[in-house]
């Protein structure tokens, strides 16, 4: 699963393609899901000015939908 995640622009100093990343979801308090930054895009996003990356996740239990929010 390669989800995408937006990040603030004051942060993107601290992103880069293979950095692992570590989210957690509401619904499933806990639980933590290890992944890795895959692709970075290359400009910020206008209206909130944020950068867009994917993120690559193992997501054998199918407990990772799209449309989720995590932290």
């Given amino acids: 699963m390669t989800p995408e995640a937006d990040v603030f622009a004051r942060q993107t100093n601290l992103i880069r393609?293979?950095?692992?990343?570590d989210i957690q979801v509401p619904h499933l308090?806990?639980?933590?899901?290890?992944?890795?930054l895959a692709?970075?895009?290359p400009s910020?996003?206008?209206?909130?000015?944020?950068l867009r990356?994917?993120?690559?996740?193992?997501?054998?239990?199918k407990l990772l939908l799209p449309n989720m929010f995590a932290e």
């Fill in 53 to 61: 990356v994917r993120i690559r996740f193992d997501n054998r239990e």
């Fill in 29 to 36: 308090p806990g639980r933590h899901f290890a992944g890795e």
């Fill in 44 to 50: 910020l996003t206008t209206d909130t000015r944020t």
């Fill in 17 to 21: 393609a293979g950095l692992k990343v």
């Fill in 39 to 41: 692709y970075v895009y």
